[in-house]
């Protein structure tokens, strides 16, 4: 691994490097990864924000939307001037002014069940900020297939969760904890039963921080485990998430090899 810094390099990530579980090695890690995040919105935002502060060398943005006045209460890469504005030129523009050295990979298509295997398998690792059942269980399957560690978040009203899927390396995936998506309808979406704005900030700042964390090697991985954050009570816990051995996609007999169910 290259492991040469410039000086503005060592400036910059100075107390990256002061850290021991970090230093140079970490940083030249970090500088050498490849991570796709799926979604430029309130999730999306601070991980894609603190990513490119940390200087994740590669990050690949994938979003079909434009940037609308309802987003700006809480997806922070965005700004007034820039409504109308595809959001992931919008959000790369916001991390390019933290850090031009990192490499921005903007997609502005949606991920689809055509073109997810080959988009997930160009990253080292998947951040799923999105805000839909169809592409998180495309996401979800992509890596799985792909051998991708997943880092997911999702978010409603006051509430969060968090988890790290990484079924290659024998944790359990997105599937053990939902095997199938839900009835359409029967769970709300952010547009329809709200959000509260600074939630997404604190779910997509762990994201990132779990990111980081296994790039970097370090600490306990949340691969196994689902954090849920309840803003309202203040009260974060983390409860065990085990493997299924009958789920359809990691399980003993698996039913799912591709993704030709996402038609
Ligand atoms: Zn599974």
Redesign the pocket.
Known sequence: MDLDFSEDEIARYSRHILLDEVGGTGQAKLRAARVLIVGAGGLGSPVLLYLAASGVGTIGLIDDDRVDLSNLQRQIAHTTERVGAPKVESAAAAARAINPAVRIEAHATRLDPGNALDLVSRYDLVCDGSDNFPTRFLVADAC?LARRTLVSAAVLRFDGQLSV?K?HAGG??????H?APPPPGLVPSCSEAGILGAVTGVMGTLQATETLKEILGIGESLSGRLLIWDALAARMRTIKLP??PS?????EH?TIHDLSAHG
Do not use: I
């Open positions: 799985a899927f079924p359990p995936c997105y599937r053990c904890l095997p493997r299924d789920c359809p996609l990691c399980g698996p």
